[in-house]
C-alpha cells in the first residue's frame, strides 16, 4: 500500500500522556515525511483520558495536573478519536481485531502492578500499596475503599516521589486539601482522620533517594508540620563530587532539618510529625484482628562492595497505617511478549513485533516524570514511520476500526464528565472536584 496517498490508520492503546504524546508525534512527523495525516484511534480502558495525569499525579500538584489541557489539545485534533471504556483483552476488544483494523497498534498501557515486600505481614487490614492508596485518593473507578479508620500513626515505605505524595496528603492541613480536586469522599476521610505521625522509611541513605528536592522541600516545609531527622543521618554526610544537582539538594534539605535540634522551625504546637528514618528496612508487619499496629525495621548499612546489609538492629515502628511506595511494575498485557524481569514488552527499539509497537512505562519501567514520555513517545513514532517506509503492511480491513471504536464511549462523553466535574469545582471554590463513583460518572456522561 501506497502510505504517501493512503493515510495510515494507527490504534493506540492507552490514552495516558504517553499514548497522547504518541499521537501527537504521528501528527507532527507523517507531515514532515512527506505523508498525509495519519487517523489515529486512541482507546482507553477508562471512560476518562490522561491517564496518570489523571489517576497518579497527586491531586495537589496542580501545576503538573494542567498538562492535561495541553494534552486535551491533541484529542481535539480532527484526526484524532478517543474511544473509552474499552479494555483491550476483552471480548469487545482483542489484539487480532486490533492487528486485521490497523496498519499498526502502538501500545502505551503504563505500569497498572506494583512492587511488593515480600515480607510477613503483607496482607494485613491497614496495609496498602502505593498504587492502592493513589488510585484511592485520586477515586480511580477501580480503587478499593481506603478508611483512615482511627489510624494515629501512619508508615510510608520508599523514598520515591510516590512516598513523598502520600506523606504530604496525609500531613497536609485541610484548607490545602480543599484547594485540590480531591473528590467528596476522599477529602472528607483527609480531612478528619487522627494520624498525627509519619514515618518515613528509607532502606537506603539520603544521599540514596529517588526523590526529588522541590517535592522534599515541599513536605518538609508543610504548614503546622515538625520534622525530625536524626541528625547523624545527614549531618555527617560530606558533600560528594560525584552527586548531581539533585542528590546535592536533597542533602542539603535534610540538612538544614537536622542542623536544627531534631526540627525546622518547630510549631509551637504541631499540628503533626515526620519522622524520616533512613538506613531501615521493613522485616516484618505485625498486626492484630483489627490490621496491622507496626512494623519492625531493621537498621542497614554499605558493606564495601556497596551491598545493602542488615545489621540485625531492629526497631518499632507503631503504624495503623502502612503504604509501600517501593514502586510500580508493568503487567504483562495479552499475549504480547513480556519480560518477566524488568515488567516491561519486549521491544526493539519500540518495536514489539510487525506492525506492533511500545512506549512509555510499558516500554521502560515506571521511571521518570511526565514529560519524559513525550521524548520516548517521538522515539517509537520514528521507529514506526521508519518501519512504513522498508515494510509493506497488510491493508486494514474496511470498516472493522469504525465498528471497533463504535462499541466505546466517545470525547464529548468525557467533556460532558469534565463540565460536571468542573461545576462541582466551581462550588467548591477549586478548580475541578473528581466525581467519585462510577455512577455518578455515568449519571454525568449522560446528562444532557
Ligand atoms: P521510585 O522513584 O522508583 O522509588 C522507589 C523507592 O522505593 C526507592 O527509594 C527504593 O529504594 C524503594 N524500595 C524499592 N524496593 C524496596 C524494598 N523492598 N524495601 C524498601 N524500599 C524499597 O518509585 P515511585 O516513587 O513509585 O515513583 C515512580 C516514578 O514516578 C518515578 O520516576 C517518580 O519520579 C515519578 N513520580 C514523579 C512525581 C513528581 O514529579 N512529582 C510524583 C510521583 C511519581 P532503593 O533506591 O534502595 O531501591
Known amino acids: 500500500m501506497n502510505h504517501l496517498i493512503t493515510p495510515l490508520r494507527v490504534a493506540i492503546v492507552g490514552a495516558g500522556p504517553s499514548g497522547i504524546y504518541a499521537a501527537q ?30 489517576y497518579g499525579v497527586a491531586p495537589d500538584h496542580s501545576s503538573i495536573k494542567a498538562i492535561a489541557s495541553t494534552l486535551a489539545r491533541t484529542l481535539e485534533h480532527p484526526a484524532v478519536r478517543f474511544v473509552g471504556s474499552l479494555r483491550l483483552g476483552s471480548s469487545q476488544l482483542q489484539r487480532p481485531q486490533m492487528q486485521r483494523a490497523y496498519h499498526a497498534v502502538i501500545y502505551t498501557t503504563g ?36 478508611s483512615l479508620g482511627q489510624a494515629r500513626s501512619a508508615a510510608v515505605i520508599g523514598l520515591g516521589n510516590v512516598a513523598l505524595d502520600v506523606a504530604r496528603l496525609l500531613l497536609s492541613d485541610a484548607e490545602r486539601l480543599r484547594a485540590t480536586d480531591l473528590s467528596e469522599p476522599v ?18 541513605g539520603p544521599q540514596h533517594a529517588a526523590f526529588t528536592t522541590k517535592e522534599l522541600r515541599e513536605l ?30 536533597n542533602v542539603a534539605a535534610l540538612s538544614g532539618v537536622g542542623a536544627s535540634p531534631r526540627s525546622t522551625n518547630p510549631p509551637p504546637q504541631p499540628r503533626a510529625r515526620l519522622h524520616c528514618v533512613f538506613f531501615h528496612r521493613p522485616v516484618h508487619l505485625q498486626g492484630s484482628h483489627s490490621g496491622v499496629v507496626g512494623l519492625q525495621v ?43 524481569r524488568t515488567g516491561t514488552l519486549r521491544h526493539e527499539q519500540g518495536r ?17 516524570v511526565v514529560g519524559t514520555n513525550k521524548s520516548d513517545a517521538c522515539a517509537t513514532v520514528s521507529t514506526l514511520l521508519d518501519d512504513l517506509a522498508s515494510t509493506d503492511l497488510p491493508t486494514p480491513e474496511p470498516g472493522l476500526a469504525d465498528q471497533l471504536a463504535q462499541q466505546g464511549t466517545t470525547y464529548a462523553d468525557w467533556q460532558r464528565l469534565d463540565a460536571a466535574e ?17 455512577e455518578q460518572r455515568r449519571e454525568a456522561r449522560s446528562a444532557a
Open 25 to 54: 508525534a504521528l501528527l507532527d512527523e507523517a507531515p514532515r515525511r512527506g505523508l498525509p495525516t495519519p487517523a489515529i484511534d486512541l482507546y482507553d480502558q477508562l471512560p476518562a483520558p490522561f491517564g496518570l495525569v489523571r
Open 111 to 146: 505500569c497498572s502492578g506494583e512492587t511488593t515486600l515480600g515480607i510477613p505481614g503483607e496482607a494485613l487490614g491497614g496495609v496498602w500499596s502505593s498504587r492502592q492508596f493513589v488510585s484511592w485518593y485520586n477515586s480511580h473507578p477501580d480503587s478499593p475503599s481506603i
Open 187 to 204: 477529602l472528607h476521610e483527609l480531612t478528619h482522620h487522627q494520624i498525627r505521625d509519619v514515618w518515613l522509611i528509607g532502606r537506603r
Open 220 to 249: 518538609l516545609h508543610l504548614p503546622g508540620v515538625q520534622v525530625d531527622v536524626q541528625p547523624s543521618e545527614v549531618l555527617e554526610l560530606a558533600g560528594d563530587p560525584t552527586w548531581d544537582r539533585r542528590v546535592s539538594g
Open 298 to 340: 531493621e537498621r542497614t548499612q554499605l558493606d564495601p562492595s556497596g551491598t545493602l546489609v542488615g545489621t540485625g538492629q531492629l526497631l518499632h515502628v507503631p503504624a495503623q497505617l502502612v503504604v509501600s511506595a517501593v514502586g510500580y511494575r508493568g503487567l504483562p498485557l495479552v499475549d504480547l511478549p513480556f519480560d518477566e
Open 352 to 368: 514489539v513485533g510487525p506492525g506492533e509497537y511500545v512506549a512509555g512505562w510499558a516500554k521502560r519501567g515506571a521511571h521518570g
Open 422 to 438: 468542573r461545576a462541582l469545582g466551581a462550588s467548591r471554590g477549586c478548580q475541578r472536584v473528581t466525581l467519585p463513583g462510577p
